[in-house]
C-alpha cells in the first residue's frame, strides 16, 4: 500500500496558489482513477484508488502547510505504510515552471511542508517536484507561491497535472526514472519543449 500525499493549504482563497500544485496534482490522479469518495480523516481529506491491484491511499493535509506532517503521519501510522512507501507532490521554486523531477530524502530547500514532514516522519521519503519557477529574489518569494497562477501558467498546469495522473502506476512500481522520463516525454508532445513554458 502507498500513501500519495499533495501538499497546499485548505480553502477556496488558496486553491489555484501555485503553493497548492500538490493538491492539483492528487485532484487529478483522484479524478483519472475514479476515487472514493472523499472523507475528512487524519486532519485531512482522504480517499483511496486501486492502481496495479494495489491500494493506494490519496491525502490532501487540512493542516495548512506548515503542518502538513502531522496529517502524513496520523495516516501513515493507521494505514502502517513505511515511509519508503509515502510520495509527497510539492512546488519546487527551484525548477522551472513545468519540470519535474523525483528525489528521496535530502534537504527541504525551505519548503514548510516538507519540513513538517520531515519532522514528523523522518526524511526517507520520495517526493515529486513540480517546478513553479523561482520570482527572482527571496523576498518576492512568500507572495509568489501564495499567488494564483496566471492564466497562461494554468495551461501548463493542467497538461502537467494530467500527465502525471496518467503515469502513476510507474510510481507505485517503483520505477522513477521511467516516470520522470514519461512525464517530461507527455510534456514535451504537448508543446511544452525546453524553451517552455
Known sequence: MLLLVGLGNPGERYSGNRHNVGFMTIDAIAKRYHASAWRHRFQGNVSEINLNTDKVVLLKPETYMNESGRAVQEAAQFYKIKLSDIIVFHDELDLSPGKLRIKIDGGNAG?????????????????VRIGIGHPGHKDAVHPWVLNDFSKEEREWVTDLCDVIAEHTALLVLNQDSNFQSKIHLSMKAKGWGDDKP
Open 111 to 127: 519548503h514548510n511542508g516538507l519540513r513538517s514532514i520531515t519532522q514528523h516522519c523522518g526524511n526517507a521519503y520520495r517526493r
